[in-house]
Nanobody
Framework: QVQLVESGGGLVQTGGSLRLSCAAS????????MGWFRQVPGQEREFVAE????????AYPDSTKGRFTIFRDNAKNMVYLQMNSLKPEDTATYYC????????????????????WGRGTQVTVSS
């Protein structure tokens, strides 16, 4: 069982940057593909980024590609989301997620495919 704790959210102006962190414990971190999702009240949880177990492959939807970067440190059991050029539409609660997989791939997937979740951290981008 993996426990995930996000941090780093906050209030930022349009065009600014934030780095989210996710600390994992309770499992073999390198066995898990890691993802970031976000959710606005009343809407479906949205895929933001995924990184493969070894950190070599990443996947992003068009909404975050070129602005967000996911990376991980398997020695520290940490995954990060660097968010640049933030827009008001990026405002949401951001969640870290883990999925135990046998492959070294990163793909765009739905939130239902992930097994473990953090409690989220709020990101607010002011216009």
């Amino acid at each position: 069982q993996v426990q995930l704790v996000e941090s780093g959210g906050g209030l930022v102006q349009t065009g600014g940057s934030l780095r989210l962190s996710c600390a994992a414990s309770g499992g073999t971190f390198s066995n898990y593909a890691m993802g970031w999702f976000r959710q606005v009240p009343g809407q479906e949880r949205e895929f933001v980024a995924e990184i493969s177990r070894n950190g070599v492959m990443t996947a992003y939807p068009d909404s975050t590609k070129g602005r967000f970067t996911i990376f991980r440190d398997n020695a520290k059991n940490m995954v990060y989301l660097q968010m640049n050029s933030l827009k008001p539409e990026d405002t949401a609660t951001y969640y870290c997620a883990a999925d135990q997989v046998p492959w070294q791939l990163a793909v765009i997937r739905g939130w239902r495919e992930y097994d473990y979740w953090g409690r989220g951290t709020q990101v607010t981008v002011s216009s």
